[in-house]
């Protein structure tokens, strides 16, 4: 019964996380944020609420930190995929060419903390000690850090610190109701997903990091892709990218929610060293998109073809997965 409970479940997450991100939209316009803004700060932060509710889930209640660490690099690595198809999905050629100022720097301040990970769990392969204050790793402290300037940077250099000075209009209390609502289905759905994803890993003898970066961050990340979809066909680029790159940016950040939650032992200290697998193949692929947001769009994007920066993105998932499960394997990671 695992694998219906999975897919009944994910339905529950796709269907809520849409329809919360829908509700966040109509209450974030009334804020007077820009398009760009509203996705790296607003509908990111939203849509990202599956992957709180399953990562603590999966490290608090079922004990799987691995399955909490893949999750949440999974989805790092599903966005940027996502990025990468839906200018062929949209017919637009390409989301990533001629991007704004403050997407190129949440992808950017993503590859911090992505290098961030990786060096933290690099050291402890080397045999470091474990370091870090009140159960919490230093490396999920260096996160929040990060986190919390690349915010403030992204904020201040793309709206000059203006951004909700535009017209504000008073929430109907109605939206407010089916707001909390939806954001309570996450909440139960993604607690469950957590315990269906642990399920999965022992009863197939599947590796709990395996297992989050496909199952679920596929699961998790849907509300992401529906929303960065539904932009991209209205013509707004801008918040379709920004939506999947503030995604990523508040998904690294989670490790640091993670870890407070997290009470045996200090995270870094406590998962598996083949995390440092998913967690550099994601820092590549931010890498490339990030190459390709400097590039002018073409003045006549080819509808329905990927672009090739786009297409090195889909070959690197491809071929790093292979090499993950390959490597995660052969060193019983």
Same mark, same amino acid.
């Given at each position: 019964?695992?694998?219906?409970?999975?897919?009944?479940?994910?339905?529950?997450?796709?269907?809520?996380?849409?329809?919360?991100?829908?509700?966040?939209?109509?209450? %974030?316009?009334?804020?007077?944020?820009? $398009?760009?803004?509203?996705?790296?700060?607003? +509908? @990111? *932060? =939203? #849509? &990202?609420?599956?992957?709180?509710?399953?990562?603590?889930?999966?490290?608090?209640?079922?004990?799987?930190?691995?399955?909490?660490?893949?999750?949440?690099?999974?989805?790092?690595?599903?966005?940027?995929?996502?990025?990468?198809?839906?200018?062929?999905?949209?017919?637009?050629?390409?989301?990533?060419?001629?991007? %704004?100022?403050?997407?190129?720097?949440? $992808?950017?301040?993503?590859?911090?903390?992505? +290098? @961030? *990970? =990786? #060096? &933290?769990?690099?050291?402890?392969?080397?045999?470091?000690?474990?370091?870090?204050?009140?159960?919490?790793?230093?490396?999920?402290?260096?996160?929040?850090?990060?986190?919390?300037?690349?915010?403030?940077?992204?904020?201040?250099?793309?709206?000059?610190?203006?951004?909700?000075?535009?017209?504000?209009?008073?929430?109907?209390?109605?939206?407010?109701?089916?707001?909390?609502?939806?954001?309570?289905?996450?909440? @139960?759905?993604?607690?469950?997903?957590?315990?269906?994803?642990?399920?999965?890993?022992?009863?197939?003898?599947?590796?709990?990091?395996?297992?989050?970066?496909?199952?679920?961050?596929?699961?998790?990340?849907?509300?992401?892709?529906?929303?960065?979809?539904?932009?991209?066909?209205?013509?707004?680029?801008?918040?379709?990218?920004?939506?999947?790159?503030?995604?990523?940016?508040?998904?690294?950040?989670?490790?640091?929610?993670?870890?407070?939650?997290?009470?045996?032992?200090?995270?870094?200290?406590?998962?598996?060293?083949?995390?440092?697998?998913?967690?550099?193949?994601?820092?590549?692929?931010?890498?490339?998109?990030?190459?390709?947001?400097?590039?002018?769009?073409?003045?006549?994007?080819?509808?329905?073809?990927?672009?090739?920066?786009?297409?090195?993105?889909?070959?690197?998932?491809?071929?790093?997965?292979?090499?993950?499960?390959?490597?995660?394997?052969?060193?019983?990671?």
């Amino acid at each position: 019964m695992l694998w219906p409970q999975f897919f009944i479940c994910a339905l529950i997450i796709i269907v809520s996380g849409s329809r919360l991100s829908l509700y966040a939209g109509a209450i %974030s316009e009334k804020t007077g944020f820009s $398009a760009g803004l509203m996705g790296i700060l607003v +509908l @990111a *932060v =939203i #849509t &990202s609420f599956p992957e709180i509710f399953t990562s603590i889930g999966a490290a608090t209640l079922v004990n799987a930190p691995d399955l909490a660490m893949g999750d949440l690099l999974g989805a790092v690595i599903i966005n940027v995929l996502a990025i990468a198809i839906l200018g062929m999905l949209s017919a637009k050629g390409s989301l990533m060419a001629g991007q %704004s100022r403050a997407n190129i720097m949440t $992808a950017a301040f993503t590859a911090l903390m992505l +290098l @961030a *990970v =990786i #060096t &933290s769990i690099g050291l402890r392969i080397a045999g470091a000690p474990p370091s870090g204050a009140l159960n919490i790793s230093a490396a999920s402290f260096i996160l929040a850090l990060l986190y919390a300037t690349g915010i403030f940077f992204i904020y201040r250099g793309a709206s000059g610190g203006g951004a909700g000075a535009g017209a504000r209009n008073k929430i109907d209390g109605t939206l407010k109701i089916k707001f909390i609502a939806s954001a309570t289905a996450i909440a @139960a759905s993604g607690l469950w997903l957590a315990r269906i994803g642990k399920g999965i890993s022992e009863f197939y003898g599947w590796g709990e990091m395996s297992v989050g970066i496909i199952l679920m961050a596929i699961a998790t990340t849907m509300p992401e892709f529906v929303v960065s979809f539904a932009a991209a066909k209205r013509g707004s680029p801008h918040m379709a990218a920004g939506n999947l790159l503030g995604s990523n940016l508040f998904n690294i950040f989670i490790i640091f929610i993670l870890d407070i939650f997290f009470r045996e032992g200090e995270l870094f200290s406590r998962i598996s060293p083949s995390n440092i697998l998913p967690a550099s193949l994601a820092a590549v692929m931010t890498g490339i998109a990030l190459y390709a947001m400097f590039k002018r769009p073409a003045k006549e994007p080819a509808a329905r073809r990927i672009s090739p920066e786009a297409g090195v993105i889909i070959a690197v998932f491809l071929i790093g997965h292979y090499i993950i499960f390959k490597l995660a394997r052969a060193v019983n990671w």
